[in-house]
């Protein structure tokens, strides 16, 4: 089982919808985490709406700091993506282990300028990006692997279509 936590700034919206993904998609194979640099408090409603339409659990999520996983009572974490650009130039918390590392940038849509249903489909873009990278992470094989070989699997998975982010940037 791999322990795998998502970054990013508020810990409402990108970090939250991959939790439940990764959850959800999982089939027991990770644990799946979620904290923010500056947590907002709870999670963004239309990310909850999001899952909701996938048929993704939500209950259990809560908005968190990431010093929750840097204490020594922390589960240790195999695999660390930030899914945000602020906070991929952060300093990242010190964690216990030494877990591969990665970077799935994408806007916030939390953020997302305009009426009603362009911020819905902000939300939706990130949910469907994050739901396809999730989707090729849960075919990664970890066992009896070198960490090199892992994260050479890893880093394929945030080159692909990244036109999603560009999209979103561009809407607002």
Known sequence: MQNVLFLCTGNSARSIMAEALLRHWS?????????????????????????AARDV??????????????NAHAPV???????????????CPVLPGVPLRLHWGLPDPASAHGDEPAVREAFAKVCDKLEKRIAQLVTIPFADRAPESIQADLDAIAEVDDTVAEDITNEG
Do not use: Q, Y
């Open 57 to 70: 659990p939500s209950h259990g999520l809560r908005s968190k700091s990431w010093d929750e996983f840097g």
């Open 77 to 91: 974490m195999d695999i660390v993506i930030t899914v945000c650009d602020k906070v991929a130039n952060e300093v």
């Open 27 to 51: 089939d027991g194979m990770f644990t799946a985490f979620s904290a923010g640099s500056s947590p907002a408090g709870e999670p963004h409603p239309l990310a909850l709406e999001m899952l």
